[in-house]
């Protein structure tokens, strides 16, 4: 399934992802995440050029997400909405226009990992097509110094023939 059509909702744009951005993107990562991402990270991803945008509804800040482009590939390192706009097809909306800026960019394949307890993402990229396709053991840091697998999934770019 793709959901290339949300793309038109009119209530609410994607704009690149700005430093004075930071504050309102940390303020939601520190909800949303257990083990969010620091500002030196997003600060970092600006820096290096990587695919980041934010999604929002007027003056409010719907979610965001940041990939990095390979070769033929692109590999999603944070998708994130908001926990009270959780659920409203905003998620789907994100991966739409990094599929299409994939695109753009040749690539074939889109990846990503996500923790294993993580189902609700699981199911959303599922759902979206994603298919899973291996297991990084103690990928991720969790409580009490232990360590989580993440699961990997890829979403094939290329347009049928
Ligand atoms: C994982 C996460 C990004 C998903 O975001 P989300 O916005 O809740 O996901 P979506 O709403 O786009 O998911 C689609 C769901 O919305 C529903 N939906 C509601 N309104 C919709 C609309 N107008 N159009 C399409 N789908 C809609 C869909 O039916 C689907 O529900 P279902 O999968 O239960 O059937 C979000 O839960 C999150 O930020 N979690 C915390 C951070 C995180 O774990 N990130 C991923 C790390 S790998």
Redesign the pocket.
């Known amino acids: 399934m793709n ?1 290339q059509a ?1 793309q038109t ?1 009119p209530d609410a744009r994607l704009f690149p992802m700005q430093p004075e951005d930071l504050d309102a993107v940390l303020a939601i990562e520190q909800t ?2 257990s083990h969010p991402w620091t500002r030196g990270n997003f600060a970092d991803a600006l820096a290096n050029g990587y695919w980041a945008q934010c999604l929002r509804h007027q003056d409010e800040l719907l ?1 965001y997400g940041v990939a990095m482009s390979g070769v033929q590939e692109t590999h ?1 390192l ?6 009270a ?11 739409d226009a990094l599929c299409e800026w994939s695109r753009h960019q040749q690539a074939q394949w889109l990846w ?4 294993q307890s ?1 189902q ?2 699981m ?3 599922a ?1 979206y097509g994603f298919e899973r396709v291996s297991l990084r053991k103690d990928y991720y840091p969790a409580d009490r110094h232990l360590r989580e697998h993440a699961v990997v999934m890829s979403l094939c770019l290329k347009q049928p023939a």
């Open positions: 959901a949300l909702r949303a995440f979610g999603l944070n998708i994130t909405v908001a926990p706009r959780q659920g409203q097809g905003w998620a789907l909306m994100l991966l990503l990992e996500v923790r993580n609700r993402a199911q959303v990229y759902r």
